[in-house]
Structure formats: C-alpha cells, structure tokens
C-alpha cells in the first residue's frame, strides 16, 4: 500500500469539522493538521474541535505558513469563508507551497463569476506551481448547476431550464440564519436586502455562468429577487423562534436572459421549518428542450453533509487533473470515494 | 470564425440518421461524409439516406478508407453496432487515420467489462494516434451509470445503490424488438434466452464496472436474469401484435455483488405499450448512502434521441481531451451543445 494522501483542513467550524470527521474514515487519506483563523482555536485537540470523539494527536493552529511547513500536505480542503476576496489569500498561500486546494467558498465554485482577474490570476498561480484548485458544494457546484447540465447533455436543442431547490434551515447556527433574515418583520427584511445583511443564497451568479459557458449560451442580463418568506404559524429552531407574521426565510430567485429572452430560472427558498406549512423539501430540474427532461428527488440533498462529501469525494479528480482552476463542470464527476483515491478511476487509465 | 469541425457519419441506419440530422443543425460542425456497411446503401443521397428533408450534395459510401480520404474528417460517430468485436474495426481504421472516434456501440461505453485486453490495446491506439476513443449512450453511458455516480458524488458513504429504467420500445424497430424477444410466447421467450436471440439490454456490464471503478468498488460477481412481461392486454406496434398470454418485453436485471454483498440492483424492463396496463415509464436512483439519495424521472428519457444528442454534445469534451480511450465517467460531462463547439467550455480554460 502507497503513502496515505496527506490532508490539511483549513477551517474548523460546522463545515471543516463535518469535512475533517469524513477524511478521518477514508482508507488512503491522512489527515495530518488544522488551521484555524480565529486565535482562540489555536491549540485546541483537533479531534476534540472537530467532534471527532477522539484525540487525534494533532493540535488547531492559527499560523497558516506554520502549519503547511509542518504538516507537508498534499491537499487542502478550504472551508472558511463564502466570498473570492477572501478566499483568495490562503489560497494562494497554499499554491504557492504546491498544495492542492479544494474550496467550498460559494464564490470559488466558479470565480469567474464574479471576478474574471482573480479567476485569471488563480489559474496563472496553480499552472505556475503544477497544483489543482477547485471550488465545489451542494449549490453552487451541484443541484442548480452540475446536475443541470449533466441532464441537458441528453438534448438535441434547449430553449429553457428551470431549476429548484427548497430546503430546511433548521439545523443550520446564527450566520446562516441571519443571512437569510429569518426571524425579522417583513419590513426590516426588506431594510436588510436594501443593506445588504440579508443576502440570501450565494452562488446564483456562479452557476448561470456555468451553465451557461457550458452550454456555450452567451447570458447577458441576471435579475435577482429577495422576498420574505412570512410564516403563518410559529417555528423554532434551538437558535430562532419565528412568530406567525415574522420572517422564515428568503424566497431568492434569479432569472437570466439571453438575447432578451429568459433562459435559466432558479428558485431557492430557504427556511426553517417549511413542512410545519405543508411544504416539502426537495430539488427538481425541468428542462424545456429536444427531448424534454423532468427530474426531481424528495426531500432535498441535505446541503451541510452533501457539501462536506462533495469537497472530499473530490480528491481523486483533484490528483488526476492537469495543473489548473477548475469548477465541477470541467473536472470528470466525482463519485463516492470508497476506497483508496488512487484506485477510484477508471480502468482504462 | 474559424473552419467547422467536420464530422464523419459512420452508420445510416435509424440511430446514424438521427445523429445526422442533428450534427446538421450546429453551428461550428459540418457533415462531410457518410459511410453504411450494407452495399445496397451506397450511393444513396444523404440527405434522402436520413430524412433531413433536403439533399445534402454527398453520397453514403461503403468503402471506409476511400471515405476516410475523401472528406478528411476530424471526428467520426459510430453507430453501426452493439457489440465491441464488431465495432473494433472501424474504430482502429479511424483512429489510424487520426480521427477522434465516438461510438454508440453499447460495449464500446466501457470496453473493459468485456474485454480489457481490447480496452488497452484501443487506449494505445488511441495514444498513439493522438486522439480520443469514447463510448457513449443513453444505457449504458447515462441513466444507469453516469447519473448514478454522479448522485453518489453527494455521499460520504453507501451501501447499496438501486436504479431502474422503465421504458417504452413501441418506436423500435424489428432488431430491437426481437432481441427483447416482444411477440413470442413465453415458452419461446425462455428459449431464446438459452438459445442467446433473447438478449435484453446490453449493457448492465459496463454500468456497473463503471461505477464500481468509479467508487473503488470491487465488483466480485454479476448476476443477470431475464424474464418475460406477459401482456394481459393486446399491444401492437407497426412491427408486431402481441395478444394477451404472449409477451410484451424483456424485464432485464442485474445484481453485483461485493463480500458477497448486493450492493448495486439495476432494473431495466422493457416493453411495448406499457401504459396500456398502467404502467409509467420513468428513470429512478435510489442510493442507499450517508446521505440517501433518491432521484426520478417520468416519462424516461426519451433513449434513441438522448443517444443521438449523447454522441454530438460529446464533440466540445473529446476535443478538448487528452487522447485515449475515455468513458462518460472520465471525461468532464457533456452539456448540451448550443454554439460552436470551442466556444462551450468553462472560461477558465
């Protein structure tokens, strides 16, 4: 047997820590540090920090130079932040010591998307150094736009794709929460999209831009929209308590045009406790096209888990790709990775 | 704009003509040959040979080297074939004239389940050649297998995988149908079968080394049975009648096995008519996993067309691919193809 992959987590809250517990039960991966960005982190147990059950041996630490120089990883799995701006400097960080890095920052799913520099600047950065960055998730990087245009590659012709994803918040802490505003009145929500503290889902714009390239449509126009969604009934989770008339969560949808005609519509709504209204969760994609194309699965691939999955599933693709910033869409898909990295490929290799 | 990539239609039969028609409707690609291996075909207008509705200046052919000379093609599409014996040939004649090869021969998806000698001796072809060999096909290349690993992608484990493709073969021709063994009694049915005319589907074989190898699974035993669907009710297609006690179709399954373990069921009965005993088409996954997945589909996609478009949509990624011998599961998937072929790819590139 090879040398296990070696495996830094950069990262330590809901989301490394569900990551890091996933490495741990993989054969062929070792997973030999942390870092963490708050101070008070540096030095806790690792297993204990990330619930592990266990002492691993293995200390957070706050200094990120300090712990590559340590840990000599072959892969980082980079689960900090959402947004490009601030992703980027552990990144290339990262790079620049020939570190693999897989993010699951939304805006890294396609950085393009908002930044086609800093997309040019990774890429130059990763060639440079002969590593492989990519961004991935459960959205963006899979339900609304993988799994979208993975279906149209059935069809002759598209004219329209319609795309949906309605999940449960519940299990999800403050920041996401506060994100989509729940809890608020109706009328401090609105206050708060104006603001911009309720931002609603991050990755629209990452994934029109996918599926769009993708499909080679040329996407001129995205409109965005923010609602509340207002509860009729109290729902509670151990961090909010929503009355009838406040605020559940945020109905966000995204419509994108192309020459002047709609093309790509996605619909998130995102809440707590949509089935105490009668609502299921659940993904679905519909397809307008040569042949027309239905899909849909309830309730919903659960976002937190399926994230953390995705970012570890993609380890083999990541060692096998050429040197470069990739998304999920030019990347070969990433199965389950059941068994050693190196021997879940295909055998014509 | 620069010179459209010319495409060598290799088979003019119902699947061959449907890919024509729509290689016809692309920008960035041109038609520029046709070669049918029945002798009685050749000479025959190509646009009268595939119904486009419109001569097209050129001639079926049935010498394929004097094809290959005349129209200089950079890829060729495949689709006179089921089996990988039969399909080699024309692959290795094309591949020794530098032309990318993509085949909808069922065995060709993944040419190592029958026979791995043939697999590497193709991928050196290949290599050697500088171009790209892919199999591709609504089942197997789809459903049953790309799908399948792709949902699994969202996992940090499974169990058991479940997928079943329930269709309607009224629109098929007298090959399809006889293989199914659609019309005979039951007794007849369970001969052929013995006998090899009753095939069923080709292709569980490849689904599952597929996502076996994908997985990191080792897949130690395939158990394959075929049963009849006796008709209760009288169906009837141009082709055949079929009265109630004979038999409407196939039902085809295919059971692996790890550590003497199930662990993925693939279920594909197929049928004439089956909506006349209430029976819905449909496409469904079930993944057994952390966290389970389920996903469905009705009607099923449409197989003849989604194969066609299968094959064309593939042009962008064999293009861009290192040359060798590829599946659906090791190559970036194939989005529908709506603009010039160079122009649908990530814009990271």
């Known amino acids: 047997m090879s040398e296990?992959?070696?495996?830094?987590?950069?990262?330590?809250?809901?989301?490394?820590?569900?990551?890091?517990r996933i490495v741990l039960e993989k054969p062929g991966l070792a997973l030999v540090g942390a870092f963490g960005?708050?101070?008070?982190?540096?030095?806790?147990?690792?297993?204990?920090?990330?619930?592990?059950?266990?002492?691993?041996?293995?200390?957070?630490?706050?200094?990120?130079?300090?712990?590559?120089?340590?840990?000599?990883?072959h892969v980082a799995i980079q689960a900090t932040c959402s947004?490009?701006?601030?992703?980027?400097?552990?990144?290339?960080?990262?790079?620049?010591?020939?570190?693999?890095?897989?993010?699951?920052?939304?805006?890294?799913?396609?950085?393009?998307?908002?930044?086609?520099?800093?997309?040019?600047?990774?890429r130059r950065l990763a060639v440079e150094h002969g590593v492989t960055i990519v961004g991935t998730g459960i959205n963006p990087g899979f339900v609304l736009d993988l799994l979208v245009i993975t279906l149209t590659g059935v069809c002759a012709d598209v004219r329209s794709i319609r795309a949906e994803r309605i999940n449960d918040l519940s299990p999800y802490g403050p920041s996401v929460l506060t994100s989509q505003g729940v809890?608020?009145?109706?009328?401090?929500?609105?206050?708060g999209v104006e603001r911009g503290t309720v931002v609603g889902h991050i990755g629209f714009q990452q994934s029109i831009r996918m599926i769009g390239d993708a499909l080679g449509w040329e996407?001129?126009?995205?409109?965005?929209?923010?609602?509340?969604?207002?509860?009729?009934?109290?729902?509670?989770?151990?961090?909010?308590?929503?009355?009838?008339g406040a605020v559940a969560g945020c109905l966000h949808t995204a419509v994108a045009y192309?020459?002047?005609?709609?093309?790509?519509?996605?619909?998130?709504?995102?809440?707590?406790?949509?089935?105490?209204?009668?609502?299921?969760?659940?993904?679905?994609?519909?397809?307008?096209?040569?042949?027309?194309?239905?899909?849909?699965?309830?309730?919903?691939?659960?976002?937190?888990?399926?994230?953390?999955?995705?970012?570890?599933?993609?380890?083999?693709?990541?060692?096998?790709a050429a040197p470069g910033l990739h998304s999920m869409v030019d990347l070969p898909v990433p199965?389950?990775?059941?068994?050693?990295?190196?021997?879940?490929?295909s055998t014509h290799r």
Chains 1, 2 share one sequence.
């Not at 010591?97 to 897989?102: A, G």
């Not at 608020?184 to 206050?191: D, H, K, M, V, Y």
């Not at 199965?335 to 490929?345: F, N």
């Open 4 to 20: 296990p992959i070696r495996i830094l987590l950069v990262g330590t809250g809901q989301m490394g820590s569900a990551i890091a």
């Open 37 to 73: 960005r708050r101070r008070e982190r540096a030095g806790v147990e690792l297993g204990q920090a990330i619930g592990a059950g266990r002492d691993l041996g293995l200390h957070v630490r706050s200094d990120l130079d300090a712990t590559i120089a340590l840990t000599r990883p």
């Open 83 to 122: 947004r490009l701006a601030d992703a980027v400097p552990e990144i290339s960080a990262l790079v620049r010591h020939h570190i693999h890095v897989i993010s699951i920052a939304e805006e890294m799913a396609y950085p393009a998307a908002t930044s086609p520099h800093t997309a040019a600047v990774l």
């Open 183 to 191: 809890g608020l009145t109706p009328t401090a929500f609105r206050a």
């Open 219 to 244: 996407i001129e126009r995205i409109d965005e929209n923010r609602d509340p969604i207002i509860s009729r009934v109290r729902r509670q989770t151990p961090i909010v308590t929503v009355e009838p």
């Open 258 to 320: 192309r020459a002047t005609k709609p093309v790509i519509t996605l619909v998130h709504p995102q809440q707590i406790h949509p089935q105490l209204e009668g609502i299921e969760t659940g993904d679905s994609i519909a397809i307008d096209g040569t042949p027309p194309v239905r899909l849909s699965g309830r309730p919903e691939i659960p976002g937190g888990l399926a994230t953390a999955a995705l970012a570890v599933n993609l380890i083999p693709r990541v060692l096998a």
């Open 335 to 345: 199965g389950a990775m059941l068994s050693d990295p190196r021997r879940c490929v």
